[in-house]
């Protein structure tokens, strides 16, 4: 069964610092693989996905993530922080030509001053 | 383009009483998902539609959730009765429906907050 595991519920960084969300993933055939992003009272939205094209991903608002399927990771970095990026983010996973997601539980990102 | 809408965005109930959430999702979308996500966790698939058959109810608890999609566009999910546990965030996303593409993004609305008293 497919599954993603984000390592930390809560992350916390400072302004201007580099941005680092762990997340390992577990499936049985070659994944598609996702990033979404949750402010406070909104939906998801998507940061960036993995298709099984480039393994180094660039998404929105500067963030990207490299799939490394020897260490089936895909974690999420920006190289600077800004206070905007306070939110909860998604890993998730589906296999390929299905629509379905599933989610981790989630990485509450927070940026110090 | 107007975005996945939901209402109502809050809803505090009592045990055991009912429950009404609404989706609209992106003109031409054909595909429809509800989702909940509960406090601390990731959402998880309650029901999928394709137009106005269900591809995927299996995480649906049948026995008080329900969810239509009459003429392939709105959609409604009901709780009869609720309780304490169904507290929780309730999602929906849509997406185009093609067959030529490996994958076809969701798109999600700002969900409803279910507070079950």
């Known amino acids: 069964a497919q599954s993603v595991t984000q390592l930390g519920s809560h992350v916390s960084v400072s302004e201007g610092a580099l941005v680092l969300l762990r997340c390992n993933y577990s499936s049985s055939v070659p994944p598609y693989l996702f990033w979404y992003v949750q402010y406070p009272n909104q939906g998801l939205q998507l940061l960036l996905k993995y298709t099984s094209a480039a393994t180094l991903v660039k998404g929105i608002n500067g963030f990207e993530a490299e799939f490394k399927k020897s260490e089936t990771s895909f974690h999420l970095t920006k190289p600077s922080a800004h206070m905007s990026d306070a939110a909860e983010y998604f890993c998730a996973v589906s296999d390929q030509g299905d629509d379905k997601i599933i989610f981790g539980k989630g990485t509450r990102l927070h940026i110090l001053p | 383009e107007a975005g996945v809408a939901q209402s109502p965005r809050y809803k505090i109930i009592e045990k055991r009483q009912s429950v009404a959430f609404w989706c609209n999702p992106i003109s031409g979308h054909a595909t429809l998902y509800w989702y909940q996500q509960i406090l601390g966790q990731g959402p998880k698939l309650l029901i999928q539609f394709q137009n106005n058959g269900v591809v995927d109810d299996s995480q649906l608890p049948k026995d008080r959730f329900s969810a239509e999609r009459l003429k392939g566009v709105d959609s409604t999910l009901k709780i009869q009765p609720a309780k304490l546990e169904d507290s929780a965030v309730y999602l929906c996303?849509?997406?185009?429906?093609?067959?030529?593409?490996?994958?076809?993004?969701?798109?999600f609305g700002p969900g409803t907050r279910l507070t079950v008293l």
């Open positions: 996303a849509s997406s185009l429906f093609r067959r030529d593409r490996f994958y076809n993004e969701q798109f």
